[in-house]
């Protein structure tokens, strides 16, 4: 049974918090957002409160400053740098106020930065992508609720392919026509939240596979001397936190800062049909 009364968050509280979400990046997993999300946006547009059912529409804008990559397979050593941002439409439906389960499609762009090494000469790459199509779906939900504090979790799946925009090699610009970058993302998160007024901050941990692989150029960029390579995500356990701002009515905000893993911030909103 949900408590009537609600304690009230401080304008230095709120301040705080916002600063600890913007400096947790530099501001490649994925966004993860509140557990709480489900039960927010309590009345809509046009669907009863009281329906099993709801349906949501809203923006993500996803923008990691490092992903914090390695390579492997064919090649080793860190990726210098892989940079992503992605802005996304997404669409939800909502059980009982206490599951989500949604999809997202949108337009992503990749930058990166590694270094190989061939009969003892280290090169450097670099690459860019152009905006290309995005999509991902994922569940979310909430597996214990008492008064103002929600505990869930969630899992979420994602897929680009890219068409690469250029490619250097120690500064010189190397042919790109007909090559592609391959990204995907699977990650799986345990989350708390508590609701203070129209404020919603939450933290949990997340655990994320990131695979991406590019090729094929006609010059070596990799240790292997071929023209491919394979990076994964360093290290799969994260941490994040965030803070969701709703009324109950039609609209939410939310904003997210993700670390350890990687440095990166989610911006998104949602109303409710």
């Given at each position: 049974?949900?408590?009537?009364?609600?304690?009230?968050?401080?304008?230095?509280?709120?301040?705080?918090?916002?600063?600890?979400?913007?400096?947790?990046?530099?501001?490649?997993?994925?966004?993860?957002?509140?557990?709480?999300?489900p039960?927010?946006?309590?009345?809509?547009?046009?669907?009863?409160?009281?329906?099993?059912?709801?349906?949501?529409?809203?923006?993500?804008?996803d923008?990691v400053?490092?992903?914090?990559?390695?390579?492997?397979?064919?090649?080793?050593?860190?990726?210098?740098?892989?940079?992503?941002?992605?802005?996304a439409?997404?669409?939800?439906?909502?059980?009982?106020?206490?599951?989500?389960?949604?999809?997202?499609?949108?337009?992503?762009?990749?930058?990166?930065?590694?270094?190989?090494?061939?009969?003892?000469?280290?090169?450097?790459?670099?690459?860019?992508?152009?905006?290309?199509?995005?999509?991902?779906?994922?569940?979310?939900?909430?597996?214990?609720?008492s008064?103002?504090?929600?505990?869930?979790?969630?899992?979420?799946?994602?897929?680009?392919?890219?068409?690469?925009?250029?490619?250097?090699?120690?500064?010189?610009?190397?042919q790109?026509?007909?090559?592609?970058?391959?990204?995907?993302?699977?990650?799986?998160?345990?989350?708390?939240?508590?609701?203070?007024?129209?404020?919603?901050?939450?933290?949990?941990?997340?655990?994320?596979?990131?695979?991406?692989?590019?090729?094929l150029?006609?010059?070596?960029?990799?240790?292997?001397?071929?023209?491919?390579?394979?990076?994964?995500?360093?290290?799969?356990?994260?941490?994040?936190?965030?803070?969701?701002?709703?009324?109950?009515?039609?609209?939410?905000l939310?904003?997210?800062?993700?670390?350890?893993?990687?440095?990166?911030?989610?911006?998104?909103?949602?109303?409710?049909?």
């Amino acid at each position: 049974m949900k408590s009537s009364k609600r304690p009230k968050m401080n304008p230095l509280t709120v301040s705080s918090l916002i600063a600890l979400v913007m400096l947790s990046g530099s501001l490649v997993a994925a966004p993860v957002e509140n557990t709480s999300a489900p039960q927010l946006i309590e009345e809509g547009f046009f669907i009863s409160r009281d329906s099993l059912v709801d349906v949501r529409a809203g923006y993500e804008g996803d923008f990691v400053a490092d992903a914090r990559m390695q390579q492997h397979e064919v090649s080793s050593g860190r990726v210098d740098s892989y940079e992503q941002q992605t802005n996304a439409g997404t669409l939800t439906l909502n059980f009982l106020d206490r599951l989500d389960v949604y999809a997202l499609f949108g337009s992503s762009r990749t930058c990166a930065d590694w270094r190989f090494t061939i009969s003892g000469d280290v090169h450097r790459a670099q690459l860019e992508t152009l905006y290309s199509f995005l999509w991902g779906v994922g569940v979310r939900g909430i597996l214990y609720e008492s008064g103002c504090f929600a505990f869930g979790t969630g899992g979420r799946f994602e897929y680009s392919k890219y068409d690469n925009l250029w490619l250097t090699i120690d500064g010189i610009v190397q042919q790109v026509s007909g090559t592609e970058l391959h990204w995907r993302v699977w990650q799986i998160d345990l989350d708390m939240s508590y609701k203070i007024d129209l404020f919603t901050p939450y933290i949990g941990i997340k655990y994320s596979n990131v695979r991406s692989g590019v090729g094929l150029f006609s010059t070596p960029i990799s240790d292997s001397g071929m023209g491919v390579n394979f990076f994964e995500n360093r290290t799969p356990v994260g941490v994040f936190i965030g803070c969701s701002l709703s009324s109950g009515k039609y609209f939410m905000l939310n904003i997210e800062g993700r670390l350890i893993d990687e440095e990166a911030v989610a911006i998104s909103g949602d109303f409710r049909f």
